[in-house]
């Protein structure tokens, strides 16, 4: 949660954006919300191989930030959480942006996004905005049948407050000792006022994020230093797991007038979408403010010293669908085929792509071929996530699996019935090998890293 900054513009790339809109679509990465409703604005529903995807990001996360780590544990908290919470850490009051309206057409607008001079971006009327009012983002809904005051609650806008008001159950049950950190991942919902930009920014995304807990600074060093050393394994996680080339992301270290109420420091990381520079995630050093808000009573104690204080927190915060939308951004490629054409695929790090491999027969009409196939199939699908297609030729199988991401295409042919190999076809080469069948298993195992 910060102020938000205006950012340049830059031109749309080849429109890319709409070329990807429309290859999740097609190929059921992304659809449209309640499209067969004319949709919900800006709500969209991950499909078949968009929640591969989901689930594959959100998995090689909690893999990188909790289960490597010896120093961190997860956390999975209700979505909707007693309405104090939100009283006490300061969102009821300071969770807003500032909002105006065009007099003319009605139009909102975030006053902190537009030219307030210039003609409304809508109706092109000059000098027709309201003075710009704070609007708070937190959706509102109520618990039990009577909707009353005292029935109303709040769908988190961020998951980090559980991290700290589950804190102290977490240290008594896990016996950490600082420094540690707390992570979780799930819903948030913000009732933005300009969503928009596909999944960039909707009012219900996927949070991942964690509050990393270090004993009372006695010198700047003592939080500088593992804001640091989370500020190489944010840049580590881009660059490694996601595979995001470092060219196209930027740190911003937010001026000390635009932080958040409860920060120190934020270092914004942005990313060159094609609209645009932009948030991609945070990095945030929220000192002691929201455990000295929760607890009255120091909540952690010191094993030696017996001295009880309040730890601050340091917080990497990551969103999920953003981090989805930058991948394929990034993995979008357009070359030469080579014959005079253009081919296109998705160049997904293997561990990310929804199917790390399809298996083919050569032809669909040879029963010992399919069935050869079928065998190397089911042997790999125990380990692996794998597509099995069968349909068209072999040209227009590579072409569907390149535009999904899949890195590898097997396929099973005559040689195959008579030596015990396949040719393996790598999506971003395009080149072939032969491997043989028993060692398909440890060949896509080594390629996975
Ligand atoms: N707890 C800190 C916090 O929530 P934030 O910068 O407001 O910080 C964290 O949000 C991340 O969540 C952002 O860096 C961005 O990746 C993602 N995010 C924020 N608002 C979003 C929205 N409306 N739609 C999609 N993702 C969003």
């Not at 919902?189 to 009372?216: A, C, H, K, Q, S």
Request: net charge neutral; aromatic share 12%.
């Amino acid at each position: 949660m910060k102020k938000a900054s205006k950012s340049s513009s830059l031109p749309e790339k080849d429109n890319v954006m709409e070329k990807i809109v429309s290859l999740c679509k097609r190929r059921g990465f992304v659809f449209p919300g309640s499209e067969i409703y004319g949709g919900l604005a800006n709500s969209w529903d991950y499909g078949p191989l968009g929640v591969e995807l989901k689930n594959n990001i959100k998995q090689a996360w909690w893999d990188r930030f909790v289960h490597r780590r010896d120093d961190m544990v997860g956390i999975d908290a209700a979505l909707i959480m007693n309405p104090k919470v939100w009283e006490v850490s300061g969102h009821l009051q300071n969770f807003t942006d500032p909002l105006v309206e065009c007099k003319n057409c009605h139009e909102r607008f975030r006053a902190d996004q537009i030219d307030l001079k210039a003609p409304c971006p809508h109706c092109a009327k000059k000098n027709t905005f309201t003075e710009a009012k704070q609007f708070n983002l937190m959706l509102k809904t109520f618990l039990g049948p009577a909707e009353e005051k005292t029935n109303e609650v709040y769908f988190r806008p961020e998951t980090a407050q559980a991290m700290f008001v589950d804190f102290k159950n977490v240290l008594d049950t896990s016996r950490r000792i600082l420094p540690f950190g707390i992570a979780q991942s799930g819903k948030a919902f913000r009732n933005e006022i300009t969503p928009g930009n596909f999944i960039f920014r909707t009012r219900e995304f996927d949070l991942m994020e964690f509050e990393y807990f270090i004993p009372v600074p006695t010198r700047e060093e003592d939080w500088q230093q593992p804001f640091e050393m989370w500020r190489k394994e944010i840049w580590a996680w881009i660059t490694q797991d996601l595979g995001i080339n470092k060219e196209h992301v930027h740190e911003n270290d937010i001026e000390k007038s635009e932080l958040a109420h409860y920060s120190k420091r934020t270092i914004d990381f942005e990313y060159d979408y094609p609209f645009g520079r932009k948030e991609l995630y945070g990095l945030a050093y929220r000192t002691d403010f929201d455990l000295k808000r929760h607890y009255k009573e120091a909540p952690y104690k010191d094993s030696q010293t017996g001295e009880a204080f309040w730890p601050h927190a340091i917080e990497p915060a990551f969103g999920l669908d953003r981090s989805l939308l930058v991948v394929l951004l990034d993995a979008y490629t357009e070359e030469s085929d080579g014959k005079g054409g253009e081919r296109m695929y998705l160049k997904l790090p293997p561990r990310l792509a929804p199917y790390k491999a399809a298996v083919f027969p050569l032809l669909a009409n040879k029963p010992e071929l399919v069935a050869r196939a079928r065998e190397v199939y089911e042997t790999l699908r125990k380990k692996y996530f794998v597509a099995w297609d069968d349909r068209g030729n072999i040209g227009k199988r590579y072409y569907a699996q390149d535009e999904i991401g899949t890195p590898f295409c097997i396929t099973v042919d005559f040689d195959s019935l008579e030596n015990g190999t396949v040719t393996v076809r790598d999506r971003d080469t395009a080149q072939q090998e032969r491997v043989a069948i028993d060692g398909l298993g440890g060949y896509l195992g080594a390629k996975m890293k």
